[in-house]
């Protein structure tokens, strides 16, 4: 069964720049969407398609996927972005990533 | 705008039937493939299956056989039934629409329903 692998966890400085990575066999040739989920809270889509951001996303949240490797990328993260990110694809089915905890401190 | 909500026991002893609903509210339930997606406590998301207007249905390999969805658009609900639970099968239910498939997202999802298996 297809698999998505992504890190337990990344930390950043706020102001910094986190990228969560996410890999798979030619994920470059599927589309990948991420979610963030908040403690206690339920998913949130934050990028569709690779690379489009949902209304209502600021645009420090970006994206790209390319050969084996997606990537969400939080350019000048701020502690209201601590949270899990999971990115997910379709293989036949629905296959999520397993999370990255991200922290700002 | 699509509101979704999780309704049913919260409380299922092992070998029984887990039965959840989704009541949906706005947009139009032809236009998703209306899903399950389950969190066991401290573990990361894990898609349950979903079910379309047609009545088709898909489900997690990984389920065996245990899983049934059905759609009553009608009343603008639909539903999942687990059978044989475990303490595995102890999780957050959440309820949500997909778009599509293979470029599918989910855009929605409602607040989630933790379902505890236990004697």
């Known amino acids: 069964s297809f698999e998505l692998t992504q890190p337990p966890s990344v930390s950043v400085s706020p102001g910094q720049t986190a990228a969560i990575a996410c890999s798979g066999d030619?994920?470059?040739?599927?589309?990948v969407s991420w979610y963030q989920q908040k403690p206690g809270q339920s998913p949130v889509l934050v990028i569709y398609?690779?690379?489009r951001r949902p209304s209502g996303i600021p645009e420090r949240f970006s994206a790209s996927n390319s050969g084996n490797t997606a990537s969400l990328t939080i350019t000048g993260a701020q502690a209201v972005d601590e949270a899990d990110y999971y990115c997910?694809?379709?293989?036949?089915?629905?296959?999520f990533g397993g999370g990255t905890t991200l922290t700002v401190l | 705008q699509v509101h979704l909500e999780e309704s049913g026991p919260r409380l299922v002893k092992p070998s029984e039937t887990l039965s959840l609903t989704c009541s949906v509210s706005g947009g139009s339930v032809t236009s998703y493939y209306w899903s399950w997606v389950r969190q066991s406590p401290g573990n990361g998301l894990e898609w349950v299956g979903f079910v379309f207007h047609t009545g088709a249905t898909d489900y997690n390999p990984s389920l065996n056989g245990r899983i049934s969805m059905s759609l009553d658009t009608s009343k603008r609900q639909f539903s999942l039934r687990l059978a044989s639970v475990t303490s595995a099968d102890t999780a957050t239910y959440f309820c949500?629409?997909?778009?599509?498939?293979?470029?599918?997202?989910?855009?929605?999802w409602g607040q989630g329903a933790l379902v505890s298996v236990s004697s």
């Open positions: 997910q694809t379709w293989d036949n089915t629905v296959v």
């Open positions: 030619k994920l470059g040739d599927k589309f």
């Open positions: 949500a629409a997909l778009t599509g498939t293979t470029s599918g997202k989910f855009d929605y």
């Open positions: 398609q690779d690379d």
